[in-house]
């Protein structure tokens, strides 16, 4: 509601010639970090675990998340913890993660971590995206 008084607001200004900056924007976002944090090369599945912290980085609280990643090097999410797993149509290698229900809620500068095991393929990490939901 308050963004549209302000959007309306400015639209009105705009039409009489008199042009507003905000101060400074409010916004909704958040960023996940992929991490490896071991491995164990040479094992019979290879396992490796590793974790994603998702962060809020917006200027208001979060009541939720999603994390997606693809992985192109034929890696394999074997077990995941702290997150539910969503689904995904279409890419193969894609994953896709939600917040638990104790997890979700991030005050701004939050964060909140959840981990995996895996095979990993050897490719690089992949890049993550977050969507506060």
């Given at each position: 509601?308050?963004?549209?008084?302000?959007?309306?607001?400015?639209?009105?200004l705009a039409t009489a010639g008199i042009?507003?900056?905000?101060?400074?924007?409010?916004?909704?976002?958040?960023?996940?970090?992929?991490?490896?944090?071991?491995?164990?090369?040479?094992?019979?599945?290879?396992?490796?675990?590793?974790?994603?912290?998702?962060?809020?980085?917006?200027?208001?609280?979060?009541?939720?998340?999603?994390?997606?990643?693809?992985?192109?090097?034929?890696?394999?999410?074997?077990?995941?913890?702290?997150?539910?797993?969503?689904?995904?149509?279409?890419?193969?290698?894609?994953?896709?993660?939600?917040n638990e229900s104790y997890n979700g809620?991030?005050?701004?500068?939050?964060?909140?971590?959840?981990?995996?095991?895996?095979?990993?393929?050897?490719?690089?990490?992949?890049?993550?995206?977050?969507?506060?939901?």
């Open positions: 509601m308050i963004r549209r008084t302000i959007a309306a607001t400015g639209l009105i042009t507003a900056v905000p101060a400074s924007a409010d916004s909704i976002g958040c960023k996940a970090v992929y991490t490896v944090t071991s491995e164990w090369p040479g094992t019979r599945d290879a396992v490796s675990l590793g974790q994603v912290t998702v962060t809020n980085t917006g200027s208001w609280a979060i009541k939720g998340w999603r994390v997606s990643w693809r992985y192109t090097d034929g890696s394999v999410i074997t077990q995941v913890w702290g997150a539910v797993p969503l689904p995904v149509v279409g890419t193969v290698g894609s994953h896709a993660y939600g809620d991030l005050p701004v500068g939050g964060s909140t971590v959840f981990g995996f095991a895996a095979r990993l393929g050897g490719g690089k990490a992949p890049d993550v995206t977050c969507t506060p939901v």
